[in-house]
Each structure stands twice: as C-alpha cells, then as structure tokens.
C-alpha cells in the first residue's frame, strides 16, 4: 500500500508561486498515473492534473498554463508547481494514484493579500 505525503503548502499574495511536493512511501508510484486534487473550503475534492506513468500531463482549464506537472521516478515523488496563483486556488491540495489508494492529510495553499 502507498503512503502519500503532501507538503509545500504557504500563504501567498496573488500572482504569487508554490511548489508542491507528494512523496510516496510503502511502494513505487513509477507505474501509476498519478494526479493533483484541490478541496476548496465547502466544496468537494476536485481533480487539477494529471500525469502518467510515461510523462504526459493534463489540466483542468482553470490551471491550465499556470501550473505545471511533473515526476521524478528515482525519488518516488510527485510535484506540482503553481504559479499565478489566483484567489481561488486556495484549498487544501491533495494528491493520489489513479486508481485511488489511501488519501494523505493534504497541505493548505492560501492564497490572499
């Protein structure tokens, strides 16, 4: 079973950068898809980006340009770097292989003046 582990989580003004990091213990995430998913205070856990196994990513079109995907086998570690954030990105952001294994605690992005 994977162990996922959020961090990079800060308060940032508008048009501010984060970069967060998802590392994974228990198993390797090489061979999985794996994805970035946001919860926005009262609203439910929604999917932001993908990326598979070979490198391919995709976005939602609100983060679409802004954030960035990406991988490293050799760490078992998934990043997401964010920039331009937005008012409405805050959340606390998860991430997950696809299929879901067990959910991590999570890290808080906020974003405000």
């Known amino acids: 079973q994977v162990r996922l582990v959020e961090s990079g989580g800060a308060l940032v003004q508008p048009g501010g950068s984060l970069r967060l990091s998802c590392a994974a213990s228990g198993n390797t995430i090489s061979t999985y898809m794996m994805g970035w998913f946001r919860q926005a205070p009262g609203k439910q856990r929604a999917l932001v980006a993908t990326?598979?196994?070979?490198?391919?990513?995709n976005y939602v079109d609100s983060v679409k340009d802004r954030f960035t995907i990406s991988r490293n086998s050799a760490e078992n570690t998934v990043y997401l770097q964010m920039n331009n954030l937005k008012l409405e990105d805050t959340a606390v952001y998860y991430c997950n292989s696809l299929p879901f294994s067990d959910w991590g605690q999570g890290t808080q992005v906020t974003v405000s003046s």
């Open positions: 990326i598979s196994s070979g490198g391919s990513a």
